[in-house]
């Protein structure tokens, strides 16, 4: 069986307000995104880094991307920001609509108001997103003055507010030092503080506390969800690690290789995970049960963006792969049409009528093993990598 990470059973754990397993329309949401395509056309072909994406965020909400290194978590929330170069990237299809505006259709100075005053953005590295020739002062002083149109005295005043408001220390010190001349915990308040600066709507935090060590990263993790209660914003949490999930939001969007697998609120998602994929990162995850024995991995690695494979792409990894998984693509559905989860899995519906299955798609247990099918497609791989808790 699979042994997810603690939920709590009550709480912002429940199906929210606005989300898909509500059942509450997009109309409802502050941001909802909705077939979202986003490729880089480069010399060796067209990647699909992102294809087919919809979720969406109600007002106060939050949601966590998940999935391996190269999925599309990033490149999903930079094309909400409008922050790729463009070419090589194309956005072929797709909205995303903020209080019922498409960022898509805006103008470059319309979205540059949006940035920073509506929808902010924590990067992975703060040490390569803040500027090293200027102060932590001026680089959250300018936000500051671009959308609230203050004075320069006035917007060091909030400057400092909003460090002090992240909890660092000495903040009228700290707003005319350097970011070389901060620790990472401190350099990632700050990045935090700038993002917070305006009160934006929503925050996006891209894998928040990934180059920080293990107590710096609780402190993190603590100040976004207190800080989001007090301003009661919306979160965009990205991140591979499934704990602080189960901790930190409403829903649950599993990415795999630019698509979403498998979508719901925590506890849907995480106490009854349908998509085998969904199974494997959280079988991956240590657990007490397991004490002493070797991790659970997932089998291959991310197909090669250019040379996807047929049907689910999954499916070469999938160890409950059968007839029409190498042949004909899932898309996401309820499969118990009871608004519950949403998944993107033959095994939880009924394959197309022009390529029966092998044999009647079953729904397992989460975590059992499937019986060998004949005619299923071979695994790309037969050495375990550590990418599945990547």
């Known amino acids: 069986m699979v042994q997810p990470p603690t939920v709590p059973a009550a709480g912002p754990s429940a199906a929210a307000p606005g989300s898909a397993a509500a059942g509450i329309p997009a109309d409802d949401r502050l941001v909802a995104v909705h077939d979202l395509r986003t490729y880089f056309d480069v010399m060796d072909g067209t990647v699909r880094a992102v294809d087919g994406v919809s979720f969406g965020v109600h007002r106060g909400g939050s949601i966590g991307i998940v999935g391996e290194s190269g999925c599309g ?158 301003l009661g914003m919306a979160l965009m949490l990205i991140t591979h690690d499934l704990g602080v999930v189960a901790e930190m939001v409403d829903e649950v969007a599993v990415m795999y290789a630019g698509r979403i697998v498998e979508s719901g609120s925590v506890n849907d998602v995480f106490l009854s995970p349908k998509h085998p994929y969904t199974q494997g990162l959280l079988e991956s995850m240590p657990s007490r049960s397991r004490r002493g024995e070797r991790l659970r991995v997932i089998k291959g690695s991310v197909p090669n963006p250019f040379n996807m494979p047929p049907g689910c792409n999954f499916a070469p990894r999938c160890p409950q792969r059968f007839g029409p998984c190498g042949v004909h693509d899932p898309l996401l559905g309820d499969p118990d049409e009871d608004g519950g989860s949403l998944v993107a899995c033959w095994l939880w519906m009924d394959a197309p009528r022009d390529e029966p299955p092998a044999v009647e798609p079953v729904a397992l247990e989460p975590g059992a093993e499937a019986p060998v099918v004949p005619g299923g497609a071979a695994a790309a791989a037969s050495a375990a990598t550590g990418g599945a808790a990547s």
Do not use: W
Request: proline letters at 6%; hydrophobic letters at 40%.
């Open 73 to 230: 978590k990033s490149v999903t929330a930079l094309t909400i920001m409008r922050l790729l170069e463009m070419p090589p990237a194309t956005i072929p299809s797709g909205t995303i609509t903020l209080d019922g505006r498409d960022l898509l259709t805006l103008s470059d100075d319309d979205m540059r108001r949006v940035r920073g005053g509506e929808i902010a953005m924590i990067f992975q590295e703060p040490m390569t997103s803040l500027n090293p020739v200027f102060t932590i002062g001026d680089q959250i002083s300018e936000a500051i003055i671009e959308h609230l149109k203050v004075s320069k005295s006035e917007a060091r005043e909030r400057a400092i507010a909003a460090l002090a408001q992240v909890g660092m220390s000495s903040p009228e010190r700290r707003v005319k030092q350097y970011p070389h001349e901060l620790s990472g915990g401190m350099r990632q308040r700050a990045m935090i503080a700038m993002g917070l600066s305006c009160r934006p709507k929503m925050l996006i935090a891209d894998e928040p506390t990934t180059a920080l060590d293990v107590t710096v990263q609780a402190q993190i993790l603590d100040l976004i969800r207190s800080v989001q209660a007090e």
